[in-house]
């Protein structure tokens, strides 16, 4: 078998039973072969269905424990179903279709699912933005646009960073903040781009420590009614666009981070024309992640 399922006929063909489903799980966790989570030993037997035995220090390990397949009560073949149809939405998924394709008897399970495989979009070790990068913020949740500074005043702040390849656009962050001031404007950036980058913002005030923080600060100047930024206003309007068209709207500001991690995923591999490499992407990322209990999702 190919790395990742080529077509939806390899795919049936991964998912016709739970244990090649845990055998593509386990080449994905391990992919140089078995070590053990409790001594790092990386010598050890597969023993019966989902338990691996160290031969060091004994301890029995099952493929999903520590990930966020663990204490699932559902075989592993739903939730490679939940996972292709994820990843083959190009436009996002949605908790309704998901509860019709897997015929989960309730609409908030299905919630809770796209929401613990949304986590699962953001690589845990991802790379930083670099090169040259396009930063603003952006409101979302309110329709007046009011002047920036401290303080929320009902609206909910999302810093954008995109790197600029020229008129190109690169790969994309997106952050929720609580304002946009100095003080967390400069922590979130350092956070989200590599040290050394070309940083382009407008003139507001809140970036001015950024070339003191071992960036190239680049503050474009207003000539006229151009658009200073247009690569990071064209992703700000891409993504009001989805929230309120994929979502119609229905998205609580208490849950934006779980759509700014999906639209992330979506924006940074909208090139790529593989399913399964989006699913194998997904995958990878859900064996490093923690399990995520159903009350850890209703913030
Ligand atoms: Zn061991």
Redesign the pocket.
């Known amino acids: 078998m190919e790395n990742y399922p080529a077509d939806q006929q390899a795919f049936e063909q991964l998912v016709s039973s739970e244990e090649s489903c845990r055998s593509f799980l386990a080449s994905i966790r391990w992919p140089d072969g078995f070590y053990?989570?409790?001594?790092?030993?990386s010598k050890?037997w597969h023993i019966v269905t989902d338990r691996w035995e160290?031969?060091?220090?004994?301890?029995q390990t099952s493929v999903t424990a520590g990930t966020l397949f663990q204490d699932t009560r559902y075989p592993l073949q739903v939730w490679f179903q939940a996972i292709w149809y994820v990843a083959g939405q190009k436009y996002g998924a949605s908790a309704l279709g998901l509860q019709r394709l897997l015929g989960l008897g309730s609409y908030q399970t299905a919630w809770a699912w796209l929401h613990r495989l949304r986590r699962a979009m953001v690589c845990p070790g991802r790379e930083q933005l670099s090169g040259t990068v396009q930063v603003d913020e952006t409101f979302w949740g309110s329709e007046h646009t009011g002047k920036r500074g401290r303080g929320a005043e009902g609206k909910t702040l999302v810093l954008v960073g995109i790197e600029r390849r020229g008129s190109q656009l690169g790969r994309v962050r997106l952050m929720r903040i609580p304002d946009a001031a100095g003080d967390t404007l400069i922590p979130a950036i350092a956070a989200m781009i590599a040290p050394g980058s070309v940083i382009e913002t407008d003139g507001w005030p809140g970036y001015r420590g950024l070339s003191m923080n071992g960036y190239v600060h680049q503050v474009l100047k207003s000539e006229a009614t151009d658009d200073l930024l247009p690569q990071v206003h064209l992703v700000a309007s891409l993504l009001k666009r989805w929230l309120l068209g994929t979502h119609q709207g229905g998205v609580q500001a208490s849950h934006l981070e779980y759509y700014l991690d999906e639209f992330t995923f979506r924006f940074n591999r909208r090139t790529s024309r593989s399913r399964g490499l989006l699913f194998r992407r997904i995958l990878e990322n859900a064996v490093q992640i923690s399990p995520i209990r159903g009350k850890d999702l209703r913030a």
């Open positions: 053990c989570p409790a001594c790092g030993n050890g160290c031969r060091e220090c004994g301890r």
